[in-house]
């Protein structure tokens, strides 16, 4: 496996771990959304709470020339460092909702 098919593995596994973290809410539920294609990955929540509509991105990752590029993180608990955690050094993956002039500033890559 090269390394970006084991990025996209990676991914996958550490999506289905928040997806395993169930709301409190019945009525919500989290969907994955893959595109293998163009190596796009979304989570989101769906559904109602108290009459209220829940609908919303999660976390949005993309896989951009061998980098993960995290667009959005709306999570409590980073993806950044569950996917540190998982095997992948920290100059592969970019901070992409930071403007391109702050991500020198971070501990991960810049583009």
């Known amino acids: 496996m090269d390394r970006v098919d084991r990025y996209r593995q990676i991914v996958r596994d550490v999506m289905k771990t928040y997806a395993s973290w169930t709301p409190s809410n019945d009525e919500v539920a989290t969907e994955i959304v893959v595109d293998p294609d163009r190596d ?3 989570m989101l ?3 109602w709470h108290d009459r209220k509509r ?3 991105t999660l976390f949005h990752i993309d896989i951009i020339n061998g980098k993960i590029w995290i667009q959005y993180d709306g999570t409590n608990r980073p ?3 569950e996917l540190l955690a998982a095997g992948i050094p920290r100059e ?3 901070l992409a909702f930071h403007p391109a002039d702050l991500r020198k500033h971070t501990e991960f890559a810049v583009g």
């Open 40 to 42: 796009h990955y979304e």
């Open 54 to 56: 829940v609908y919303g």
């Open 79 to 81: 993806v950044a460092e």
């Open 92 to 94: 592969d993956i970019v």
């Open 45 to 47: 929540r769906i559904g």
